[in-house]
């Protein structure tokens, strides 16, 4: 749902940046290419379809920009050695499920969202459908047009543009006022009765150059795209006003056109036919010849001064503008698939493992890295790619980020309690970032969190690549079951690139992070986690992520559980039985 979303608001800051360029850039834009103009909407319908190459472009600026210009003394693994140890040998109290209930707002709001543009999509749809309805009992009063004389015009008008269409149809009817064309694939021309019957020889070539080019230049084609844009954004005046000036573009650009063919005195006896046919059709699937008062003084004036000149120069400026749009596209924010990670093992090999939890419930899923093998050990790795909120594991960034920042250090971290009365009770007490991270304090993040604002979140965030980056829940809960989400794949890949330094962060901040997710030590192994737990409304989760130092070599694995008794407690027991069985723990 945010997905669609964010689509839908990325859809509608382009159309409004289009419609600005428009205006900005009347001057430099040749009449004859106004209607041409907005062939570029287009392009809005692109940002319903999920474009790999155009995010991960955007990744590789923006994301991953550490990995090429990275700290190069950050690039070996950290020793716990260059930090004070600030906890025993053995912590106690670290596998807890303190979490409050997520608040189900964020989910609320957006189902409201999305039924009011149901609505207002369906009413527009309703619409412009009874108008399709009301246009096909017009054609159905219609009558195929059999007339020499029309039919000479039509060849001449045709040879003139150098424009062939074999399929092409004439029509006359008497619901119409002005002569008007529609179709893409079969067109078709309307002429109404009265004109037929009145007009000349001259002012038929005219009018069938002029609806002949509306069908060379495919603007029907053109109309009918700016129906369902305003049909899916129904809700933004901005795109009722482009579909109006689209249809003078249109009307402008195909003036300009006939005239191109046209000489001096037929430029104006061109623009006295216009004036004779002065009269707008209603039906919005038809592209009328004639049209309202001001959009018809309008014309006139471009007829008026017209001037033939070389058309390359005003084709490289349109070039040049339909570049600039293109850029505008590329930087507008397009929207990610959310629910699948876009993490890649490549040079990695994968070993899937099986187990009754993960493989009886497709969002149980656990991922282990084993470094001096380079291979993944994965349990359902359909779920271990999946995405999910981090719940409390979100928790270890934001304390590396509010190190970094200078919220807190190393030496000073300490937060004071404010009185609030908590449903645990080791929350409510004063905390440093050790304790904050044992108890899994909500408190303590939310504040370092606020401090930071939303605006340096979201960089931090974006540099290291966390999941979808998606901070829309609000300051203080959009890692709680809300919009931050992250896969197990993806949490493995950023524990590996902490503990050995590949972060683009000060190497002492990322040794504290490290050494403040320390659990226990014994001869072989070390070992280092965070649980976290959620409680939505629909389901509880649990996590566990961290990693084991080894003689062997280093190991990093993530645990997500999802269901009625799901809990970070759960996830850490399953994940160190498994550790375990496999002779790591």
Request: net charge neutral; glycine share 4%.
């Amino acid at each position: 749902m945010i997905y669609f979303l964010y689509t839908m608001a990325s859809m509608n800051l382009f159309l409004s940046l289009l419609f600005l360029i428009r205006k900005l850039l009347d001057k430099q834009l040749s009449p004859i290419y106004y209607g041409k103009f907005w062939n570029l909407a287009g392009l809005t319908l692109l940002f319903s379809i999920p474009n790999p190459l155009i995010i991960g472009l955007r990744d590789l600026f923006f994301y991953r920009i550490q990995d090429i210009v990275s700290n190069k003394a950050n690039s070996t693994p950290l020793q716990l050695g260059k930090t004070e140890r600030i906890i025993e040998n053995v912590q106690t109290g670290w596998m807890n499920d303190n979490a409050i209930p997520a608040s189900d707002a964020l989910n609320k709001f957006i189902f409201i969202v999305l039924f009011i543009w149901t609505i207002g999509a369906i009413v527009a749809l309703v619409r412009s459908l009874y108008t399709y309805i009301q246009f096909r009992k017009l054609l159905r009063t219609a009558n195929l047009l059999v007339d020499d004389r029309v039919d000479k015009q039509l060849k001449s008008a045709m040879k003139r543009l150098g424009y062939q269409r074999d399929r092409l149809v004439l029509m006359q009817s008497a619901e119409i006022d002005s002569p008007a064309t529609f179709g893409v694939f079969c067109p078709a021309i309307l002429l109404p009765d009265h004109f037929i019957d009145t007009a000349s020889e001259e002012q038929l070539f005219f009018i069938l150059m002029h609806e002949l080019v509306h069908q060379k230049n495919k603007d029907s084609l053109q109309n009918y795209l700016l129906m369902v844009l305003m049909i899916l954004n129904w809700f933004n005046p901005v795109t009722y006003l482009i579909a109006k000036q689209a249809r003078q573009d249109r009307e402008i650009s195909c003036d300009q056109s006939v005239m191109r063919f046209l000489n001096e005195e037929d430029v104006f006896f061109y623009g006295s036919t216009l004036l004779d046919c002065a009269s707008q059709n209603d039906h919005s699937y038809v592209l009328s010849f004639s049209a309202k008062k001001n959009d018809l003084s309008k014309r006139i004036e471009f007829i008026s001064s017209f001037q033939s000149s070389s058309p390359k120069k005003f084709a490289t400026k349109f070039t040049l503008i339909s570049v600039l749009v293109v850029c505008l596209f590329l930087i507008v924010p397009q929207a990610r698939t959310e629910e699948k990670d876009q993490f890649s093992s490549t040079n990695k090999s994968i070993e899937q493992k099986s187990d009754p939890i993960f493989d009886t419930e497709k969002n149980n899923s656990l991922v282990i890295y084993d470094e001096s093998k380079n291979r993944y050990l994965t349990y359902n790795p359909a779920g271990g790619h999946s995405r999910y909120s981090p719940d409390s594991t979100y928790k270890i960034w934001s304390a590396l980020f509010a190190l970094e920042e200078k919220k807190i250090d190393r030496t000073n971290n300490q937060r004071s309690w404010d009185g609030t009365s908590y449903p645990y009770d080791s929350w409510n007490q004063d905390q440093d970032l050790k304790m904050a991270l044992t108890n899994s304090t909500n408190w303590y993040f939310q504040q370092v969190d606020s401090e930071l604002g939303k605006g340096k979140l979201k960089e931090h965030f974006h540099s290291i690549n966390y999941g979808n980056m998606n901070l829309l829940g609000g300051i203080d809960n959009y890692w709680l079951e809300s919009s931050l989400k992250i896969s197990p794949f993806e949490q493995v890949e950023l524990l590996r690139k902490l503990f050995n330094g590949e972060l683009n962060y000060a190497a002492e901040n990322m040794a504290f992070v490290k050494e403040s997710i320390y659990i226990q030590s014994q001869l072989s192994y070390t070992l280092y986690g965070k649980t976290g737990t959620g409680n939505s409304v629909s389901a509880s989760t649990g996590w566990f992520i961290g990693a084991i130092e080894t003689g062997s070599g280093n190991y990093y694995f993530s645990c997500h559980l999802q269901g009625e008794k799901a809990t970070g407690t759960a996830a850490a027991k399953k994940t160190l039985a498994i550790l375990r069985e496999l002779e790591i723990y």
